[in-house]
Nanobody, 123 residues
Framework: VQLQASGGGLVQAGGSLRLSCAAS????????AGWFRQAPGKEREFVAG????????YYGDSVKGRFTISRDNAKNTMYLQMNSLKPVDTAVYYC?????????????????WGQGTQVTVSS
């Protein structure tokens, strides 16, 4: 599976962005997937995860209530709707996937990840 993230950009605090992650390969629909982010000088942070069917979703504490993860398996695409953005959300966002990750929040439990997309939130 190859993953391609897009949709990042510059937005003012309080604004919204929607990230997309397009996957190649017919197996993506059977993979758990999610988003991580990394800001300069900070550790990589779990943002959100979703099961293969989309029935279950998981969020990092810092984004709960503001971000929504979803997927459209018919389009081999995953999304991250980000609302009420804050300057602390500024980071490179990565999409990740794996057929059976050991944990939802462990970046190294996922075997596939794409290049990141930059999100910058100005105050």
């Amino acid at each position: 599976v190859q993953l391609q993230a897009s949709g990042g950009g510059l937005v003012q605090a309080g604004g919204s962005l929607r990230l997309s992650c397009a996957a190649s390969g017919r197996t993506f629909s059977s993979y758990a997937a999610g988003w991580f982010r990394q800001a300069p000088g900070k550790e990589r942070e779990f943002v959100a995860g979703i099961t293969w069917s989309g029935a279950n979703t998981y969020y990092g504490d810092s984004v709960k209530g503001r971000f929504t993860i979803s997927r459209d398996n018919a389009k081999n695409t995953m999304y991250l709707q980000m609302n009420s953005l804050k300057p602390v959300d500024t980071a490179v966002y990565y999409c990740i996937a794996d057929p059976n990750p050991r944990t939802v929040v462990g970046f190294h439990d996922y075997n596939y990840w794409g290049q990141g997309t930059q999100v910058t939130v100005s105050s």
